[in-house]
């Protein structure tokens, strides 16, 4: 069975400064995606940016990239520039390719961000 | 584009009660999952629905149900509920076909059980 590993329960990053999150996986498989959500105060889980395991360039959207070691099986999150908007709760998931786990995403624990100004 | 819409927002239950969620995906979505969100076991997948059937399922017991409609709107059911059932009901839909696009996510539901 996979797993999904956030080891940083709490983060916090000065307004526009750089931070990683750090999510390391399990898996036996070759064939996956891993996504990073985040979820506000207002619950709605929010996706964030998402990578396909058999692309070895790491995903970027705006301030947010990530460093994906698929051997090391580590998913890393960078927030660039970080604003308050930031601060919430990120989730690391990941969905196999498996026809039997469709629809199913299985996330880490979870950090949450703190931004201070 | 309307986004994933759960209702209702919060509902408090008496445990022995059971009690029926609702959650309408993105029009053009025909896939919807739903999770159980508690401090203690963190997101946990229940079940996942495609075209009014159930595709997948997780490890809860037969207490927890749900069901599709034509209409790709889905409720879930908690029959004779328990104390440890308190817990953020959160339903996603995707396409199935861009699956790994990524889910979108409704508000959820607070589930609180007294």
């Known amino acids: 069975a996979q797993t999904v590993t956030q080891s940083q329960p709490e983060m916090s990053v000065q307004e526009a400064e750089t931070v990683t999150l750090s999510c390391t996986y399990d898996t036996s498989e070759s064939d996956y995606y891993l996504f990073w959500y985040k979820q506000p105060p207002s619950r709605q889980m929010i996706l964030v940016i998402r990578q396909e395991a058999y692309k ?4 970027t959207e705006n301030r947010f990239s990530v ?18 908007g ?5 989730f ?3 969905r196999s390719e498996s026809p039997s786990n469709t629809g199913k995403l299985i996330f880490g624990q979870g950090t949450t961000l703190q931004v201070k100004p | 584009k309307a986004g994933v819409t759960q209702t209702p927002r919060y509902l408090i239950k008496t445990r022995g009660q059971q009690v029926t969620l609702s959650c309408s995906p993105i029009s053009g979505h025909r896939s919807v999952s739903w999770y159980q969100q508690t401090p203690g076991q963190g997101l946990q997948f229940l079940f996942e629905y ?3 059937t159930q595709r997948n399922k997780g490890n809860f017991p037969g207490r927890f149900s ?4 034509s209409n790709s709107r889905s409720e879930m059911n908690v029959s004779t509920l328990e104390l440890g059932d308190s817990a953020l009901y959160l339903c996603a839909s995707s396409h199935d076909t861009y699956e790994h696009y990524g889910y979108t996510f409704g508000s959820g539901t607070r589930l609180t059980v007294v």
């Open chain 2, 50 to 52: 495609f075209s009014e």
């Open chain 1, 56 to 59: 070895q360039q790491n995903a």
């Open chain 1, 67 to 84: 460093n994906f070691q698929k051997a090391a099986k580590s998913f890393s999150l960078k927030i660039s520039d970080s604003q308050l």
């Open chain 1, 86 to 90: 930031d601060a919430a709760m990120y």
């Open chain 2, 66 to 69: 749900g069901r599709q409609f």
């Open chain 1, 92 to 94: 690391c998931a990941y």
